[in-house]
Structure formats: C-alpha cells, structure tokens
C-alpha cells in the first residue's frame, strides 16, 4: 500500500494533498466519460430505437395496463373461490 502512496509525489519530491489527489481523479473521471461517449457514438441508432421501444411499452401499458392488473386479479380470486368448491 506504501508502494502506491510513493508513487502519488508531486515535482519537488512531496507527497500530493488531498486537492492535487481529488483533481487527479476528476481529469480521470473525465476522460473515461469522454472515451465511454466515443464508443456509444456508433451506437446512437441503437440507443435511440430503444427509447422509442421502451417508449412504446410505456404507452401500452398506460393504456392496457390497468385492464391487464384487473384481469389477474378477477382470475386470482376465481381461482380461489373455486378451490374452496
């Protein structure tokens, strides 16, 4: 763990500080973001006809969606009364 500390030593041979440490991870973080948006760039058709699908399942069950639950229930409480039967 020491050996990774060393390594983190600024110019004049100091240990860098908690500000130095959090920008080095900042600058970091950025260029990650930048590389992940450069891969997902050939992607974009595929991204955006998946928002449109899940878009669309949205819709269906906004429409459908409350007949569906009411249908499961109607036949949840069949089911039971039958088997009492």
Do not use: P
Request: proline share 0%; net charge negative.
């Amino acid at each position: 763990m020491s050996g990774v500390l060393t390594v983190l030593k600024s110019r004049d041979n100091s240990v860098l500080d908690f500000k130095d440490f959090m920008s080095a991870i900042a600058v970091l973080y950025a260029c990650l973001t930048i590389i992940m948006l450069q891969r997902t760039q050939s992607m974009g058709d595929q991204i955006t006809m998946m928002w449109h699908i899940l878009n669309e399942l949205y819709k269906f069950m906004n429409t459908f969606g409350l007949l569906l639950i009411a249908f499961l229930f109607i036949l949840e409480t069949l089911k039971t009364e039958f088997m009492f039967e």
